[in-house]
């Protein structure tokens, strides 16, 4: 029984929803680092959870493995907070797979990228996607992200798609504010738009978007979740404040291919093994005190503020 109807959707869909890193150790899913990651996310006060996802190494992962992933998830959370399976892949068939299997584990709704590789037209992605809602009665939130794709979903395709009713949302990482922007305001009012890149999620949630999918977040919940919350109340005078406080961090999580820096920042505090699956690789030496000094930085900063660091 999933928490989402497409007319709930709306509202439950705001904040910070957590794009989760899948922990692997000695080349297996570590499940009880992720149940832990699940529970010091809903008690750092995320709105939800995205697994096998871009973050997730969805491509990575097997069947069975993405299913393990999904319901550990879906188990550990036990209905606290929204649960969101990333489904896509460059085939339609597939994508409908494994959205319907989403749907069978009690998923509340699928994060669909764009097919990747294939390079589809606008009017290919239009028909991707509706087929996926026609086959599959599961609220979809559309993931538009052109710099791992190869193929940017424009506005207009956006508009077009957000006429179907069980499509609620668009996680929006093309890193175009004009973009979102006109998403925003060619859209339904029901229809949400999500940040996809935690850099943005001020600016995108300032035009009318109502929240982020982050990869920040699994590292620094409390924060995420706060900057989110004084954008959606209006208070962007202490959101300001955050967004710059986190800037530098969220940058520094982004220095090499995602989730490479998030899930070494994530072994630095003793969270999971910083293991990643090829073709991903190991942070250069470069990067990897990049992300050490990055996240010594946000440590001390917390410090500085009476919290507890990590």
């Known amino acids: 029984?999933?928490?989402?109807?497409?007319?709930?959707?709306?509202?439950?869909?705001?904040g910070c929803y957590t794009a989760l890193i899948t922990p692997f150790r000695n080349g297996d899913i570590d499940e009880p680092a992720l149940r832990a990651l699940v529970e010091r996310q809903i008690t750092g006060g995320v709105s939800g959870l995205v697994p096998c996802g871009t973050t997730g190494e969805a491509p990575a992962l097997s069947s069975v493995e993405w299913d393990r992933v999904v319901s550990a998830v879906l188990q550990t959370a036990d209905g606290r907070v929204p649960v969101v399976a990333g489904t896509g892949s460059n085939g339609t068939e597939a994508t409908i797979e494994r959205t319907l299997r989403a749907r069978a584990l009690g998923a509340d709704g699928a994060l669909v990228v764009t097919p990747y590789y294939n390079r589809p037209t606008q009017d290919g992605l239009y028909r991707h996607f509706e087929a996926i809602a026609e086959a599959v009665d599961l609220p979809l939130i559309l993931y538009n992200v052109p710099s791992r794709t190869g193929v940017n979903l424009l506005p207009e395709t956006a508009v077009r798609l957000a006429a179907i009713p069980s499509i609620v949302a668009v996680k929006?990482?093309?890193?175009?504010?004009?973009?979102?922007?006109?998403?925003?305001?060619?859209?339904p009012e029901d229809f949400v738009v999500l940040s996809g890149d935690d850099s943005l999620?001020?600016?995108?949630?300032?035009?009318?978007?109502?929240?982020?999918?982050?990869?920040?977040?699994?590292?620094?919940?409390?924060?995420?979740?706060?900057?989110?919350?004084?954008?959606?109340?209006?208070?962007?005078?202490?959101?300001?404040?955050?967004?710059?406080?986190?800037?530098?961090?969220?940058?520094?999580m982004f220095v090499e291919t995602n989730p490479v820096p998030v899930k070494t920042a994530a072994s630095l505090l003793g969270y999971c093994t910083p293991e990643v699956r090829l073709p991903l690789a190991p942070l250069t030496e470069t990067a990897l005190c990049r992300v050490e000094s990055a996240l010594a930085a946000w440590q001390t900063m917390l410090s500085a503020e009476g919290r507890v660091a990590a």
């Open 1 to 14: 029984m999933t928490m989402f109807t497409t007319t709930t959707i709306a509202s439950a869909l705001s």
């Open 172 to 187: 929006e990482a093309s890193g175009s504010l004009d973009q979102a922007s006109q998403i925003v305001l060619e859209t």
């Open 201 to 252: 999620t001020l600016p995108i949630v300032s035009v009318g978007g109502r929240g982020v999918i982050s990869v920040v977040s699994n590292i620094a919940p409390e924060a995420v979740a706060a900057l989110t919350a004084a954008c959606l109340t209006g208070d962007f005078a202490t959101a300001r404040t955050m967004h710059l406080a986190l800037f530098d961090f969220c940058r520094a």
